[in-house]
């Protein structure tokens, strides 16, 4: 797929990993809006983004709500003209061991990072049939193919994103709606300031331009995912497949150290 001239929403745009990949996007030609909840943060994203083009808008919408979704939606189309890519990048997380995570936070982590990019990828489907040449990207985690102690919550709702992104591209599949599933190992992103897991324990972390060049080079491949982290990643992939015991023990020398590093990681 050429990005000249496509039309692309990317949610959770004003930071991170979403930021980046409006700015890999801008750089090959595309027009786009990014959304997000606060107003400061995507006025400040805008004005970065706007040094590569002024091809870029913003829309201050809560993807949650019903409202926040229509809204962000309507913004992009005026914005565009309509819609080829929809990118599901907004999220949040709350760590920690799930009998001391509340009950809100459990919910708040199913609404944003499951219910709310299955909602919103429904509406957009007809301005993405329209397109004929459209693609939507679900950006989940690493942690939605090996499960990691004391993100339970969190693995739970990534791995319900990327099935769901499965599932949506065979049923898609001939109608002109192609699907990605991005898979971002630890990110440096604002998301991340509170998690103090670092290389010493085995966590290190990405930069977040790399993360969404990968992305838009596999919107570009037409590639059905995008996983990170390397051939670390791959063979804990595959021991995680093949050996899911040897792993438990290898996390379970892990544990004193990552959930101290963990229990206060939040981005909600």
């Known amino acids: 797929m050429q990005m000249e001239g496509k039309r692309v929403l990317v949610t959770g745009g004003s930071s991170g990993i979403g930021r980046e990949i409006a700015r890999s996007l801008l750089k090959r030609g595309a027009k786009v ?13 805008l004005a970065d983004l ?3 083009t002024p091809s870029v808008w913003a829309v201050a919408a809560d993807v949650v709500s019903a409202e926040g979704r229509e809204a962000t939606l309507r913004a992009a189309v005026d ?3 309509g819609l080829d ?4 990048n907004a999220g949040g997380v709350r760590a920690g061991r799930l009998e001391r995570t509340g009950e809100d936070e459990i919910l708040a982590m199913i609404a944003v990072d499951l219910t709310a990019p299955i909602l919103l990828t429904r509406a957009a489907l007809p301005e993405l049939r329209r397109s004929g040449d459209a693609v939507v990207v679900n950006v989940t985690s690493g942690i ?6 004391f993100y339970a919550t969190y693995a739970a709702v990534k791995a319900g994103l990327a099935h769901f992104g499965e599932a949506l591209r065979r049923e898609l599949k001939g109608e002109g ?4 599933t991005a898979y971002p190992t630890g990110t440096d992103t604002p998301m991340m300031r509170t998690n103090r897991a670092g290389p010493d324990i085995g966590f290190p972390r990405e930069n977040a331009g790399d993360v969404a060049e990968a992305i838009v080079g596999g919107i570009e491949a037409r590639a059905v995912s995008v996983i990170r982290g390397g051939e670390a990643r791959v063979q804990t992939i595959a021991l995680n497949r ?10 379970l020398g892990l544990k004193p150290a990552l959930e101290a590093a963990v229990s206060d990681h939040a981005a909600l």
Do not use: K, T, Y
């Not at 809006?33 to 994203?45: H, K, N, P, Y």
């Not at 890519?85 to 599901?88: K, Q």
């Not at 709606?177 to 990605?180: G, I, T």
């Not at 050996?243 to 996390?251: S, V």
């Open 33 to 45: 809006v990014i959304s997000g909840r606060r107003q400061g943060m995507l006025d400040e994203a």
């Open 50 to 52: 706007r040094a590569v």
């Open 144 to 149: 939605a193919l090996v499960g990691v102690p």
């Open 85 to 88: 890519i929809l990118v599901n």
């Open 177 to 180: 709606v192609h699907v990605l």
């Open 79 to 81: 914005c565009l003209g």
């Open 242 to 251: 093949h050996d899911p015991l040897a792993l438990d023990e290898r996390f």
